[in-house]
T-cell receptor, first 116, second 113 residues
C-alpha cells in the first residue's frame, strides 16, 4: 500500500540557516510523483516543489530543493537560508499513476519554526 | 484571478443541520477533489471527480454527497451534520496525471456545535 512517512513532528531552525525535512515513501508503482506543500498558520495549502519518479536530477525551486534518493525511497525537502516566513507546517505527498486511485497521499506533516 | 475558490471560508452550524460547500476552479483542469483535514492536521482524500465522473469515494459516510455540475465545479453537501464532521475541507484540482500538481482552494473551516 502507498504510504508517506514524516518522522519529525517539529523542527527548529535559526534564521539564515538551512534545514532538512525528512520524507520517506512506499509504493509499488514505478511511476509516481512526490510533492511538498507548505501550510502557514493562515491555513492555505501552498505547493512548493515536485519530483517525478523518473527524474534524474533533484528538483529545485528557489530556496527549496528536493533531495531525492530513489533506492532509499526518500524525498527530503531542503530549505536554504531560512526566513521567519518559512515557519509553517510542511507536508510531503505522493501521487501514483493509477487512474482509479488518483489522489495525493499525505504524510503527517512537520511543523517548522524559524527563530531569529 | 483566483485559481481554486471555495465558499464559504467559515461555517458554524448546529448538529443535525444540512450544509453545502462550493468549489470552483478556473485552471481548465479535468479532475477535482475533496480532502478533509482533521484536528491533528492530517489530510485525507474524500472524493475525486474526473470530467464530472466520480472516481474515488474513500469510505466517506453517505451523509456526504459530492456533486459536479460541470468540469469547473465540485460541491460538497453534508446531511445531518455531526460533531465529528468538524474539520477543514479542502477542494483541489489538477490534470489527471501523476506528474501534475494538485492546486488547493483556501479551505472551509467547518465547526459543528
Amino acid at each position: 500500500a502507498q504510504k508517506i512517512t514524516q518522522t519529525q513532528p517539529g523542527m527548529f531552525v535559526q534564521e539564515k540557516e538551512a534545514v532538512t525535512l525528512d520524507c520517506t515513501y512506499d509504493t509499488s508503482d514505478p511511476s509516481y510523483g512526490l510533492f511538498w506543500y507548505k501550510q502557514p498558520s493562515s491555513g492555505e495549502m501552498i505547493f512548493l516543489i515536485y519530483q517525478g519518479s523518473y527524474d534524474q536530477q533533484n528538483a529545485t525551486e528557489g530556496r527549496y530543493s528536493l533531495n531525492f534518493q530513489k533506492a532509499r525511497k526518500s524525498a527530503n525537502l531542503v530549505i536554504s537560508a531560512s526566513q521567519l516566513g518559512d515557519s509553517a507546517m510542511y507536508f510531503c505527498a505522493m501521487r501514483d499513476s493509477s487512474y482509479n486511485t488518483d489522489k495525493l497521499i499525505f504524510g503527517t506533516g512537520t511543523r517548522l519554526q524559524v527563530f531569529p | 484571478d483566483t485559481a481554486v475558490s471555495q465558499t464559504p471560508k467559515y461555517l458554524v452550524t448546529q448538529m443535525g443541520n444540512d450544509k453545502s460547500i462550493k468549489c470552483e476552479q478556473n485552471l481548465g483542469h479535468d479532475t477535482m477533489y475533496w480532502y478533509k483535514q482533521d484536528s491533528k492536521k492530517f489530510l485525507k482524500i474524500m472524493f475525486s471527480y474526473n470530467n464530472k465522473e466520480l472516481i474515488i469515494n474513500e469510505t466517506v459516510p453517505n451523509r456526504f454527497s459530492p456533486k459536479s455540475p460541470d468540469k469547473a465545479h465540485l460541491n460538497l453537501h453534508i446531511n445531518s451534520l455531526e460533531l465529528g464532521d468538524s474539520a477543514v475541507y479542502f477542494c483541489a484540482s489538477s490534470q489527471q496525471d501523476y506528474q501534475e500538481t494538485q492546486y488547493f482552494g483556501p479551505g472551509t473551516r467547518l465547526l459543528v456545535l
